[in-house]
Structures are given as structure tokens and as C-alpha cells.
């Protein structure tokens, strides 16, 4: 079994920042891509930035300059620092993994819960 779990949302004033950081958990052999996605009320779920075990990364345009992604290895764990927010940056943001057990030979991608972001301007 695996747990994915989001972690650090919260209320933040236009121009402020917040870091959020997700944790993947159970029997996992491993992770090859880490992901993070968004979802705002009343719009689709959309890509915000992507990390390769090998630690390349990738961003949607509106997080490239404000946002940066990083990723332990070592921890399961991947963080998203976000500088410089925005009011449209209010969403929930999920963590989503390529994740292989050890009992399996293919990865396949899990979801955490999410976390609210939410501008309080």
C-alpha cells in the first residue's frame, strides 16, 4: 500500500510565498517522476511542474520564474517553494508520483489528497 500526502497549504497574501512539500509512503522499490498539479474552482486539474529522479525539471508557463521544484531521493519527499503568488494561484495542489512497489514490476502514478492554497488578500 502507498500513502501520498500533500502538506503545507495554506492562506497567503498577493506577493507573498509558501512551500509545500508531499511524502510518499509504503512498500515502494521507486519513484521515477514527481509531478504537481493544481485544480481551481471551477477548472480543470492542470500540470504545474514535473521531476525527474535524476532531478530534471520542467515547469508550466505560469510557474517558471516563481515556482521551483525539488525532490530527496532519499525521502520520498519533493517540495514546490512558490514566490511571488497570485490571487489566479489559488487552488488545490496535488502531488502525483510514478511509484513501483516492491511486489511489482511496473510503476504506476498515485495521488495525494491535496492542499489548499488560497490568496487571503
Known amino acids: 500500500q502507498v500513502h501520498v500526502v500533500e502538506s503545507g497549504g495554506g492562506l497567503v497574501q498577493a506577493g507573498g510565498s509558501l512551500r509545500l512539500s508531499c511524502a510518499a509512503s509504503g512498500d515502494i522499490s521507486r519513484i521515477e517522476i514527481m509531478n504537481w498539479f493544481r485544480q481551481a474552482p471551477g477548472k480543470q486539474r492542470e500540470l504545474v511542474a514535473t521531476i525527474t529522479r535524476r532531478g530534471s525539471t520542467d515547469y508550466a508557463w505560469f510557474a517558471r520564474g516563481r515556482f521551483t521544484v525539488t525532490r530527496d531521493n532519499s525521502q520520498n519527499t519533493i517540495g514546490l517553494q512558490m514566490n511571488n503568488l497570485k490571487p489566479e494561484d489559488t487552488a488545490v495542489y496535488y502531488c502525483?508520483?510514478?511509484?513501483?512497489?516492491?511486489?511489482?514490476?511496473?510503476?504506476?502514478?498515485?495521488w495525494g489528497p491535496g492542499t489548499q492554497v488560497a490568496d487571503s488578500s
Open positions: 502525483n508520483a510514478d511509484i513501483t512497489l516492491r511486489s511489482q514490476r511496473y510503476g504506476m502514478y498515485y
